[in-house]
């Protein structure tokens, strides 16, 4: 089976730094991905992790480490319009394309 | 990375009746797939849509509740048949992009079951 764990919420002051967790238990895993899902909008890709270690990407950097089953997303100097939920999902299966998501995190960032 | 549209953006619905989502897709893909995320939820993995194959359905759905057709490599609906109230959802689909070995995602049909 699945099993993909997230903190259900989590706030930060904007300006701030917040790091969103994620373990993982699956079969035929293949890699991680973190989406971005603003209320009442479709998620938006931010990350892709196949292999171990941390990537950047401007304000945002996502971290995998396989033998853990971990991955955590990383939000550097946030700003109001980054409240949003966060979805972290695995990829498995053959082909390597199945997504199965998280829970997700709702980020509430305040002034 | 594509670019996505979805029919209807939102419907409200009788129960018992059905409800055919489009998904349209600017650019040829092999592999697309459609999820649904219950309010609150995060999203669930209904089907896969291969063109020129049966769609291949998860744990928990089945080809008569949800019947999905892939015409083309541009082109995919997604059926709710014989709705209930438990059916309202936002379904969305997504298509894979093999470039980039990511999944993007269409606007999403809101659907209310009354």
């Known amino acids: 089976g699945q099993n993909i764990d997230q903190p259900t919420e989590m706030t930060a002051t904007e300006g701030a730094i917040v790091q969103i967790n994620c373990t993982y238990q699956?079969?035929?895993?293949?890699?991680l991905f973190w989406y971005q899902q603003h209320a009442g909008e479709a998620p938006t890709f931010l990350s892709y992790?196949?292999?171990?270690g941390l990537e950047e990407k401007g304000r945002f950097s996502s971290f995998l480490s396989r033998s853990k089953g971990y991955s955590y997303l990383l939000l550097k100097e946030l700003q109001m319009k980054d409240s949003a939920s966060y979805l972290c999902?695995?990829?498995?299966?053959?082909?390597?394309?199945?997504?199965?998501f998280g829970g997700g995190t709702r980020v509430l960032v305040k002034p | 990375s594509a670019v996505i549209s979805q029919k209807p953006s939102r419907d409200i619905c009788q129960r018992g009746t059905s409800l055919t989502i489009q998904c349209q897709v600017d650019?040829?893909?092999?592999?697309m797939f459609w999820y649904r995320q219950q309010p609150g939820q995060s999203l669930t993995l209904i089907a896969t849509?291969?063109?020129?194959?049966?769609?291949?359905?998860e744990s928990g759905f089945v080809i008569d509740k949800f019947p999905i057709s892939r015409p083309n490599l541009t082109f995919s609906t997604l059926t709710v048949s014989n709705m209930s109230p438990e059916d309202s959802s936002i379904y969305l689909c997504?298509?894979?992009?093999?470039?980039?070995?990511?999944?993007?995602f269409g606007p999403g049909t809101r659907l209310t079951v009354l």
């Open positions: 849509a291969n063109q020129g194959s049966e769609a291949t359905y």
């Open positions: 650019s040829q893909v092999t592999m």
């Open positions: 997504s298509v894979l992009s093999w470039a980039t070995d990511t999944q993007y």
């Open positions: 999902a695995v990829t498995r299966g053959a082909a390597g394309n199945k997504l199965t």
């Open positions: 992790n196949v292999l171990d």
């Open positions: 699956t079969s035929g895993f293949n890699g």
